[in-house]
């Protein structure tokens, strides 16, 4: 469960990204983020990950009560979200393998046990084949699908995504998002955030639209917007 009650991010006057914001998404539901550019998406993702901490208001995931976590603390609330950010960073030195294989390092998991969760990742985003490829020889769409993988790889029960589909085209996106509702049916509660309408009223699903850091709207099937885009392509 993500629960906010009267969350605010204040920086200054002017810049207060996330503004008296309340909400609750229940373990396993499928929720999108949507709204225009600055409208406090990624704000909203730094602070259910404790990267920021709220000025005022109280974030519950899981069992932990944000406000309350300290900084030596916040590895055990790491470990229950796996986020993709809106751009992926690796080691460009090493290969996917080696990557994926970092962050197990970091739990301290066996060398035998990382090899069974780096194929098992890769398999379940179509990138087993890559493990040998270096970061900078994979395109745009299989690196957030190396990201998605790295993510996935130590089966968290949240999954958060900034804007996986920018920059892929329709049919790629589709590929994407079907990708995350596979992970939604193994009862992984799934957030992502975009801008691209079409695919928010193509996959309908609970919407959450922020501006200027307020919810705007919260619908439970919802579609990008109260009216489709004539434009809109039914692939699903
Ligand atoms: N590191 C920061 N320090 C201070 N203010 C910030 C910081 N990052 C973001 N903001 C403020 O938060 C506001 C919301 O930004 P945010 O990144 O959450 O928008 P967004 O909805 O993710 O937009 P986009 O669709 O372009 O990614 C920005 O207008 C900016 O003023
Ligand atoms: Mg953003």
């Not at 439970?220 to 489709?228: H, L, P, R």
Request: with cysteine; proline share 3%.
């Amino acid at each position: 469960m993500i629960e906010f009650h009267r969350v605010t991010k204040y920086f200054t006057q002017v810049n207060t990204p996330i503004k008296d914001l309340s909400f609750s998404i229940k373990q396993g539901e499928f929720v999108y983020l949507v709204g225009p550019s600055g409208a406090g998406k990624t704000s909203l993702f730094k602070l259910i990950t404790r990267e920021w901490t709220a000025t005022s208001g109280t974030i519950r995931v899981g069992n932990y009560r944000l406000e309350r976590m300290r900084t030596d603390q916040l590895y055990l609330l790491r470990r229950k979200i796996g986020m993709i950010n809106q751009s992926d960073l690796f080691l460009p030195n090493r290969t996917i393998y080696e990557n994926l294989a970092y962050c197990l390092d970091v739990l301290e998991i066996s060398r035998n046990e990382q090899e069974y969760l780096i194929t098992e990742a890769l398999e379940d985003v179509g990138m087993e084949n890559y493990q040998k490829y270096y970061p900078h020889e994979i395109s745009v769409g299989q690196s957030k699908k190396i990201a998605i993988a790295r993510a996935l790889i130590t089966k968290p029960p949240i999954i958060i995504a900034d804007e996986p589909t920018a920059n892929l085209d329709t049919k790629s996106a589709v590929e994407m998002m079907r990708l995350f509702f596979r992970i939604n049916q193994r009862k992984t509660t799934v957030i992502v955030s975009m801008h691209d309408s079409t695919m928010v009223n193509t996959l309908r699903n609970r919407v959450i639209e922020l501006k200027n850091g307020q919810i705007v709207r919260d619908a439970k099937e919802g579609g990008y917007s109260e009216f489709d885009d004539p434009k809109d392509v039914y692939v699903w």
